[in-house]
């Protein structure tokens, strides 16, 4: 079967230096020559240093951010010929959870219309309808009926990213990307949202981009892990592989400054990420 994703030779520059007369001289390059795919219910890590390009990378799959070169295919589609009703029909399909669910929600909405609100654009659907879809997406990611009316400042951190995550999920997606999205929460919350993707993951066959330079996190979530390095992919394997047999000088300094969990992917329980 071919892959869901699929990222051939993704190339993305900016400007970095100008002369007096405003011109570019030199540009700095971010994403260089980038190469990798998603398959059907799978989640691929992308781990890296700050400014490693992964962020810039989840970005241009969405096109959020325009490449200069490289084939994006989605479902056997060329991603970057999408307009119209092409673009709107992988709107709906592919999705981003960011670090910071405060600044990703509208602070005058109630969760309520946020997570409705993708449902009236892009399917029209209004009033009671809405309402029970609405319901049925917050209930499954832990938020009660009565918290429905509420605005974004009345929740905690952990609690807004499960609004963001049924944000996301309202419009049945296939696949998402996910930058950092336990970066910003307390350990003791974050094996909780970590296992809501997991288990939404099995229930809807999703596929994940689960951005991360918390190795430990991609370890537990993570099939395959890609390790970039100053916008270039440096290694990529299974986890296992990576963590057991790293390859690159890089990939050996970031295994050998994470935690071993050693709890792997979950199996019932619910893990302790350690610290
Ligand atoms: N619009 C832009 N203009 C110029 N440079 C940019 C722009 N966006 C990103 N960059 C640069 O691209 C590089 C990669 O950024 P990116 O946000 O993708 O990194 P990242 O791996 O996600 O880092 P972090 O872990 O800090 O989120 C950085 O050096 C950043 O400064
Ligand atoms: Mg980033």
Known sequence: MTPLLEVTGLHKSYPA?????????ERSIVTNDVSFTVARGETLGIVGE?????????????????????????????VRRFK?????AF???????FQDPFSSLDPHMTIRNAVG????????????????????????VGMREDQLDKYPREFSGGQLQR????????LDPDFIVCDE????????IQAQVLNLLLDLQVERGLSYIFISHDLSLVRFLAHRVMVMYRGEVVESGTAEELFENPQHPYTKTLVSAAPDPRSRRRSGSVPTLEA
């Open 163 to 170: 609004i963001a995550i049924a944000r996301a999920l309202t």
């Open 181 to 188: 999205p336990v970066a910003a929460l307390d350990v003791s």
């Open 91 to 97: 709107r709906q399909r592919a999705q981003m959870i």
């Open 50 to 78: 700050s400014g490693a390009g992964k962020s810039t990378i989840g970005r241009q799959v969405l096109r959020l951010i325009e490449p200069d070169a490289g084939t994006i295919r989605f479902d056997g589609q060329d």
């Open 117 to 140: 609100e993708p449902l009236s654009i892009h399917f029209g659907i209004a009033g009671a309808e809405r309402d029970r879809r609405v319901v049925e997406i917050l209930q499954r």
């Open 17 to 25: 230096k100008r002369n007096l007369l405003g011109r570019v001289t």
């Open 84 to 88: 119209g009703k092409e673009l709107l």
